[in-house]
């Protein structure tokens, strides 16, 4: 069975920097898009950023210029870093894929479980 595996995240001061890493599990034959979401309180889901198998990134404008996002199509992992963070980062960011199964050879889209960042001031 396909998913995604989060790691990172958690208590981090104003002005530091954060890493998220993504892994995905089972018999995968393609990654496709690999990118980052995350959802506040009593606010909608957002684009962090995203990655594609070429290599094209996007970044939601709250973290341009203070987020980086990597991938190896290989090992199907991708990695965001966010610098300067602010108590407005905080939120709960959820990793998100789009992934073609061995079995299957039609691409679909995955959601791993969220991880909580949490910004002290």
């Known amino acids: 069975q396909v998913r995604l595996v989060e790691s990172g995240g958690g208590l981090v001061q104003a002005g530091g920097s954060l890493w998220l890493s993504c892994a995905g599990s089972?018999?995968?034959?393609?990654?496709?898009?690999m990118g980052w979401y995350r959802q506040a309180p009593g606010k909608q889901r957002e684009l962090v950023a995203q990655?594609?198998?070429?290599?094209?990134?996007t970044y939601g404008d709250s973290v341009k210029g203070r987020c980086t996002i990597s991938a190896d199509n290989v090992e199907k992992t991708g990695w965001l870093q966010l610098n300067g963070l602010k108590p407005e980062d905080t939120a709960v960011y959820y990793c998100?894929?789009?992934?073609?199964?061995?079995?299957?050879?039609?691409?679909?889209?995955?959601w791993g479980q969220g991880t909580q960042v949490t910004v002290s001031s």
């Open positions: 998100n894929a789009v992934l073609t199964p061995l079995a299957s050879e039609i691409s679909n889209t995955y």
């Open positions: 089972g018999s995968i034959s393609r990654l496709e898009t």
């Open positions: 990655i594609t198998r070429s290599g094209v990134t």
